[in-house]
């Protein structure tokens, strides 16, 4: 079955306890994207990759790192967590066409808690 | 800048009623734009895809409408449902960048 899968689903932990979202994806995908989702903001781009080894800032990068060292996984790294980073994250592949980004599909989301 | 916005943010229509959500975006020069899904703490499902060289899109009850120059799409829904009840909201895709911008979704609730 086609899918993007993320984990954890659920974490709660303290701030500055580094920790890790893994996201990895069946289809083949260049593109992968994280996004976070906080009431009333919408989703927010967090940090795009394009292909292996070739990653990108989105609109709200501050306190985030990630990784693309295999096209199927593309892990979001928070080095020091902070309460404000306490939302619903959610990664999501696509296939490129003509350097374009086409359909997105979406992993079932992480929630996360920084206490 | 490129935004998109959805209005209303909230909508309650009773069961078997046909509806319309609308979606609205600033810049003309889009490339794509996705319809999705959203139920309460879940992922964010895929409904529908209209490529900017496209009027429509249908997939059964559902048809999705692309008009550039008035940047706007809006999703018709036909028949509805309580297991339509979900946030809905649309993406786009922004020529020339390697970009999405969703609106903030309208919350359908179906009542039976």
């Known amino acids: 079955e086609a899918q993007v899968t993320q984990n954890p689903r659920y974490l709660i932990t303290v701030t500055g306890k580094k920790l890790t979202v893994t996201c990895s994806q069946n289809m083949n995908h260049e593109y992968m994207s994280w996004y976070r989702q906080d009431p009333g903001l919408g989703l927010r781009q967090i940090y795009y990759?394009?292909?292996?080894?070739?990653?990108d800032k989105g609109d709200v990068p501050e306190g985030y790192k990630v990784s693309r060292k295999e096209k199927r996984n593309f892990p979001l790294i928070l080095e020091s967590p902070s309460p404000n980073q306490t939302s619903l994250y959610f990664c999501a592949s696509s296939p490129r066409t003509s350097g374009r980004v086409e359909e997105l599909f979406f992993g079932e989301g992480s929630r996360l808690t920084v206490l | 800048k490129q935004e998109v916005t959805q209005i209303p943010a909230a909508l309650s229509v009773p069961e078997g009623e046909n509806l319309v959500l609308n979606c609205s975006f600033t810049d003309s020069a889009i490339y794509n734009l996705q319809w999705f899904r959203q139920d309460p703490g879940k992922g964010l499902t895929s409904l529908l895809l209209i490529q900017s060289s496209q009027r429509e899109q249908t997939s059964g009850r559902l048809n999705a409408s692309l008009d550039k120059s008035s940047g706007r799409s809006t999703l018709y829904i036909a028949a509805s449902q309580p297991g339509d009840s979900a946030t809905y909201l649309c993406a786009v895709g922004w020529r020339g960048y390697q970009k999405v911008t969703f609106g903030t979704g309208t919350k359908l609730q179906v009542i039976p």
């Open positions: 990759s394009m292909n292996v080894e070739v990653t």
